[in-house]
């Protein structure tokens, strides 16, 4: 390590990198001036531009010119820090430089790439961007990021398919794995459908062994009908609170029998078959739930509402039934966490053209799932609800809740065209009489096996219409439909009856993951779901460190991608623990003692608490837990007297770069 | 030529007048973010701002906005997170707090309130970053270049 160079004594020798990425900045930004107006700043040792600094050339020059220019600064004028900070760093601890004496200036995201037209101009605020960035790297000072020894444990949220595979993987692994689930039973999504698509495998049948293994693997401790209420730390120690809801039932002591829902007197719609069927008050969701262990529905059951009843615990042979059971809160600690809470079907009620909730023989793609599960509240058998009869004519309308502008829902989500047409299959293998009709806008048959399977469909028959369908009404004596669309292809507006209407409804990001996202601090897209770290490179990681995203929580998606994405999310999860430690970032603040008064501000400013009362002799002075504090600064702006100082940007450093940028003349060797 | 020459030579070519000088504070998880994606989308806006990022716009220190003033800058953007979405929880509450507080101060010391814009930019918002700078950079080309700067000037 060149400790002398690198020390605050030693005279700033500055290299500066110019980059043309390519032609990203080199086509609107004339590198070869900011690279001599670069070497023209005090400090500035040598300055070179090339085209891709990031490449191993452009590192290895950086190398050679720390070792050979006896530089102790280096500033890269490229794309944004957040793409490459990580990489110089490396470049500079390699070189035997401390890795915090480098500054990133931004002149493609916030330069090249938004000044197209403007070249000379572009050049310019590049040239100011460089001083700025120069006059910060002056200032820089050697830190050492801090090893911590890592939990060897993970919290999984979300306990259906994508879940369940990273708990799994993560399990499988050795890595002690909390997996936390707000439904009384896992399974999410999946446990909800009857097939899957290509391969028209049972959903049940492929999922039920994971949910076994999840219930039964050593390493995976389940709590289900529970929630993250807290959350603090960092990678490698997140501390949490799960709460778990109390069901009312002993779980130990449940057996499953179902005597007690038998006996139940209250009849509820079921959420689990979106209505479809009932439940009783207390409930499983569905015949082959896991765990198989019975909940109560407050809101519903006699005794919570009204204080009578209490049938089910006079029949329970177990003696399972607790009314007075409590939540309980359980305090963890893990060293990564993956967030899988999945999706909720769209809810197209608000879309009145197509009388959803208003005609009975509308309905969606997901209550035909429920129907075509055996066990399900139509004992497999996909019916009109009117009159409980089979149809003979069914439309499918696609994109309903996705591609819409008008309803703020401009994406796509994937799963419908293969969804509808895997239920069109379904209605013709159990009929072929039956007439199935799709209305799309375009067949999205991008997966594995997906265009074979579109195809098959159109030789067993299956119907498509290329056009939107604009309203439906339903006839009054049949309860038929009569749907009125243009058939693009034909180019003609036509009015057609079917018995049953299926709306394919896309996938949305969950209501509760906005409280969720809050307190993990997870950021989400404009379409609601959580954002990954970089959308090519780092798809499963999040901006926080630590944090990993599986499933449609990320993004709609199906099956398919969502278990391979839980699989890459628990590979990314247990880097950390498996090498045991990680490195922390060196963002907390000291409080130099000798200007502190004891006042308190910045106590009160901290959200994180890591701000403490401490006493120096007689003095009351304030310290910084290194282990709660985020980096944010809020302290530093708050001290009247400076006494607490930021280890990056720097009073004196930003102070700098506004100097450079509009005082260029005060800029000294 | 100098480079303030070259600076006038490019906006007489514009047309020109006067081109308003704007220092950006952005925080590193929201707004700095939504920056680089109007980039990533080729979003084109004023090359008038010049960026310079935080973690948190609770880092403010109001003396950064006061010293940008004093040594000549015509606007000062500071953006972070929504409110609720600040990735240290209240940091950008801090701030608003400080900032408004700041803004009755400059109105104080003569400078139009206009010149000192807080706003929130998420990290998904490109579009909506590109639309304040072109909106800022029309307001200030209309109240002109800051009053200080010739006060200040003539006392060095």
């Known amino acids: 390590m060149n400790e002398v160079a690198a020390s605050s004594e030693a005279v700033p020798r500055v290299g500066v990198y110019v980059c043309h990425c390519g032609k990203n900045i080199a086509d609107t930004v004339d590198v070869k001036k900011v690279s001599e107006f670069a070497s023209s700043l005090p400090n500035v040792v040598i300055a070179r531009d090339y085209v891709h600094v990031c490449d191993e050339v452009g590192q290895d020059t950086i190398s050679r010119d720390i070792k050979e220019q006896k530089l102790n600064r280096v500033v890269v004028a490229a794309c944004s820090p957040k793409v490459h900070e990580v990489t110089f760093r490396r470049t500079l601890a390699k070189s035997g430089l401390n890795p915090y004496l480098l500054e990133v200036g931004n002149i493609r995201e916030q330069c090249s790439w938004v000044h197209i037209d403007n070249k000379d101009l572009a050049t310019e605020k590049a040239k100011d961007l460089v001083i700025m960035a120069v006059s910060k790297a002056l200032l820089l000072r050697p830190l050492e990021a801090k090893e911590i020894e890592t939990t060897k444990s993970t919290l999984v949220i979300g306990g259906g398919i994508a879940g369940v595979q990273a708990a799994l993987d993560l399990a499988d692994s050795g890595i002690k794995v909390h997996l936390v689930e707000r439904a009384s039973n896992i399974g999410g999504r999946m446990a909800q459908w009857g097939k899957v698509f290509p391969t028209m495998d049972c959903a049940a049948c492929i999922l039920m062994p994971k949910l076994v293994n999840v219930v039964q693997h050593p390493n995976i401790t389940l709590y289900t009908h529970s929630e993250v209420k807290d959350f603090s730390g960092s990678l490698g120690n997140f501390k949490v609170k799960i709460v ?54 407050t809101d519903h059951c006699l005794y919570f509402t009204k204080g009578v009843c209490k049938v089910c615990q006079k029949f329970c042979t177990s003696g399972a039934i607790n009314y007075e059971q409590q939540p309980q809160t359980v305090d963890i600690q893990v060293g990564t966490v993956v967030v899988a809470t999945g999706y909720d079907p769209f809810d197209p009620s608000g879309i009145l053209e197509y009388g959803f909730g208003k005609y009975d023989n509308v309905i969606t793609g997901p209550m035909v ?57 379904m209605l013709k293998e159990e009929d072929p009489s039956i007439e199935a009709t799709i209305f799309y806008i375009d067949i999205r048959a991008f997966g594995k096996g997906y265009e074979e399977f579109y195809v098959r469909g159109q030789e067993r028959g299956v119907k498509f219409v290329r056009g939107k369908v604009s309203s439906i009404v339903e006839e009054p004596d049949t309860k038929r439909l009569r749907l009125r669309y243009e058939d693009t292809l034909l180019g003609r507006t036509i009015v057609e009856a079917f018995d049953l209407v299926v709306l394919s409804v896309g996938q949305l990001p969950r209501k509760e993951d906005q409280e969720l996202g809050k307190l993990l601090g997870l950021p989400r897209g404009i379409e609601g779901f959580f954002m990954e770290a970089h959308p090519k490179l780092r798809p499963n990681d999040t901006v926080v460190d630590g944090i990993y995203l599986a499933g449609s929580a990320q993004y709609p998606k199906d099956i398919t991608d969502a278990v391979a994405q839980a699989s890459g999310a628990a590979s990314r999860a247990a880097i950390s623990l498996q090498v045991g430690k990680v490195q922390i970032e060196p963002v907390a603040p000291t409080v130099d003692e000798n200007y502190c008064g004891g006042c308190g501000i910045c106590v009160g400013t901290c959200t994180f608490n890591a701000l403490k009362f401490d006493k120096q002799g007689e003095k009351r002075v304030v310290r910084v837990d290194e282990s709660l504090c985020k980096g944010c600064g809020s302290c530093v702006a708050a001290c009247p007297l400076s006494a607490i100082k930021a280890p990056q940007f720097t009073d004196q450093q930003i102070a700098a770069q506004v100097k450079a940028l509009l005082r260029p003349e005060t800029l000294r060797r | 030529m100098s480079r303030s020459e070259v600076r006038d030579q490019a906006s007489q070519q514009d047309g020109g007048g006067f081109e308003p000088r704007i220092i950006g504070f952005l925080c590193n998880w929201c707004s700095y973010a939504g920056a680089d994606l109007a980039g990533l989308s080729r979003m084109q806006y004023p090359h008038n701002i010049r960026i310079i990022r935080v973690m948190c716009t609770g880092r403010i220190d109001p003396t950064f906005v006061l010293q940008a003033f004093h040594d000549g800058t015509d606007g000062v953007l500071v953006a972070g997170c929504h409110p609720g979405d600040c990735h240290y929880m209240a940091g950008n509450e801090k701030a608003i707090r400080r900032l408004n507080l700041l803004k009755a101060y400059i109105a104080e010391m003569g400078l139009e309130t206009e010149r000192l814009r807080v706003e929130w930019v998420s990290a998904s918002e490109g579009e909506r970053f590109a639309d304040i700078v072109r909106s800022m950079v029309d307001a200030l080309k209309k109240i002109g270049p800051n009053p200080l700067t010739e006060t200040v000037s003539s006392k060095r």
Do not use: H, W
């Open chain 1, 244 to 297: 778990r809801k109390p069901k009312y039932v002993d779980e130990e002591k449940c057996t499953g029998c179902g005597t007690c829902a038998q006996k139940c007197p209250v009849k509820v719609p079921n959420e689990f078959d979106f209505g479809l069927g009932q439940r009783k008050a207390i409930y499983i969701p569905s015949p082959n739930a896991i765990p198989q262990k019975y909940t109560i529905d």
């Open chain 1, 369 to 425: 799932e429920r129907m075509a599960d055996a066990m399900g509240p139509t004992g497999g058998k996909i019916i009109r609800l009117s009159d409980k009869k089979p149809p003979k004519k069914v439309a499918f309308l696609q994109c309903v809740g996705s591609r819409d502008e008008k309803l703020r829902l401009a994406y796509c989500s994937r799963v419908c065209c293969m969804y509808a047409l895997k239920d069109a299959m």
